[in-house]
């Protein structure tokens, strides 16, 4: 079934352009009366949503131009089969709370070409050019007709594939996400699927420890973002990528080691690196002296027992909290304040929290990204295993959790493969003239990443 896409897009560069809009189905018929409900964690991240684009290198022979594309569709096609709450609908249950209908009524596949080769794109590239092959629709008033899934399939003339995912944040974080791209991948090669999607609700028992006590600060920082007000203006970003080395992430631990009582700590580079972007973008926003306030989120499923294949979400939020006016190496104690909130949220803590907001749900959601720097940890997921041929492997990931607010968002995810195991690419979303000064500041500078994307 093909959609016409509104005329305006077919306006917005010349070496670009959309070519048609359609919805696929699985190929399989989904039985009848079948609905998924959404978990407290699924309902918190309801103001949000996620574009991932993953850039593959090709060569095209001649007349081939479009074949690839009409592949991908068919193996999404099929792959569907294993995804029924992607391919259906929302309703809202008895209590007013969205559920999915599964209907396979589908997915939006959009399909594109650019002109040139992806690595010229590449070159360029920056985070309205890069918007562009991600398509997403904002919920519009009849809901039961939306997708909650986009795809896009981006062809380059002279060479080259960009596929973009969008999703509404309420279905699946950026670990199902991947796992889901992962699928399609498997499902393209002829394999079998490798993590299959795994439907079924948050723990819900556990074994109590004798006098325990409630995780409050966690609890605390949920209660205070939930009676939050959602800002009604919406500030103007603009995006960077930097790419860290294994080398230079090594490097990077090492200058944040500090001592513990049974001698040196060692950092995780998610720890490291977040100390390290809070401390600048601190300094950057005028505290030379301070941190400002900052939370951090970590994907949950290991904590809670969940298989890998889980699919929802089990990100958490907390608050990292610095202490007045600091002293010394305002990196190091970044860091130490990082793995200490790290160091706390363990099952129990977030058991207390699941259990909390079960209790105190209230019915209008509300945004709990914001309004402190959030620094997002994307680490424990493979993008780069998502290769759909044998020669189509993929050259570089980004994503993005949109809307951001406040202070600004700091995403540390994997690097490539061939630059080490180590390997981070931090995407980082700031005020303009903030991100303008972040690739000045000497504490960045010092370890000399690459520039992937500038604003």
């Not at 380059?156 to 991947?178: K, N, P, R, V, W």
């Not at 500090?258 to 390290?276: H, K, R, V, Y």
């Not at 900052?294 to 949950?300: E, G, P, Q, T, Y």
């Not at 492997?393 to 980004?398: A, M, Q, T």
Request: proline share 5%; aromatic share 10%; with cysteine.
């Amino acid at each position: 079934m093909e959609l016409s896409l509104p005329r305006v897009l077919f306006l917005k560069c010349v070496t670009f352009c959309y070519i048609c809009k359609r919805t696929v189905v699985s190929t399989k018929p989904i039985e009848p009366g079948k609905y998924m409900t959404f978990s407290v964690l699924d309902r918190c991240m309801e103001k949000n949503h996620i574009r991932m684009v993953y850039y593959y290198q090709s060569s095209l022979g001649e007349g081939e131009f479009g074949k690839m594309t009409k592949n991908l569709r068919e193996t999404l096609s099929e792959m569907l089969n294993y995804y029924p709450m992607v391919t259906g609908r929302l309703v809202r249950d008895s209590e007013e709370k969205w559920k999915v209908k599964c209907n396979d009524a589908g997915v939006r596949v959009v399909e594109a070409k650019a002109k040139g080769s992806v690595e010229e794109w590449l070159k360029n590239v920056d985070s309205e050019k890069e918007h562009m092959l991600v398509y997403w629709e904002d919920m519009y008033h009849k809901p039961y007709y939306w997708s909650t899934f986009y795809v896009q399939i981006t062809e380059f003339e002279e060479g080259g594939l960009a596929i973009g995912l969008s999703c509404f944040h309420l279905l699946a974080d950026y670990t199902s996400a991947t796992n889901f791209l992962k699928a399609w991948s498997d499902i393209s090669l002829g394999n079998k699927i490798t993590v299959l999607p795994l439907f079924h609700p948050l723990p819900s028992t556990r074994k109590r420890i004798s006098n325990h006590h409630p995780y409050f600060e966690l609890i605390n920082h949920y209660k205070s973002s939930i009676e939050r007000p959602i800002p009604i203006k919406e500030e103007k970003y603009t995006i960077i990528s930097l790419g860290f080395s294994h080398q230079m992430v090594n490097a990077c631990i090492s200058k944040a080691q500090f001592n513990g009582p049974s001698g040196p700590i060692t950092m995780t580079p998610f720890e490291a690196l977040a100390g390290l972007f809070w401390a600048s973008i601190s300094n950057i926003k005028g505290l030379q002296n301070g941190l400002i306030d900052m939370s951090i989120c970590l994907d949950a499923r290991k904590l809670l027992g969940l298989d890998y294949g889980f699919f929802g979400n089990t990100m958490i939020y907390n608050k990292v909290h610095a202490n007045g006016n600091l002293e010394g190496n305002i990196f190091v104690q970044a860091t130490r304040y990082i793995r200490e909130v790290v160091a706390k949220m363990d099952n129990e803590g977030i058991m207390d929290l699941i259990e909390w907001l079960e209790k105190n749900e209230m019915n209008s959601p509300r945004m709990i990204n914001g309004p402190d720097l959030i620094c997002v940890s994307l680490e424990n997921v493979e993008p780069y295993l998502s290769v759909f041929e044998d020669w189509l492997k993929p050259l570089r990931v980004s994503c993005y959790i949109e809307p951001v607010l406040g202070e600004g968002q700091v995403l540390i995810l994997p690097g490539t493969p061939e630059e080490g195991p180590l390997s981070r690419v931090v995407m980082v979303t700031l005020k303009e003239d903030e991100a303008i000064k972040l690739f000045e500041d000497d504490l960045i500078s010092q370890f000399s990443p690459t520039i992937f994307m500038k604003c």
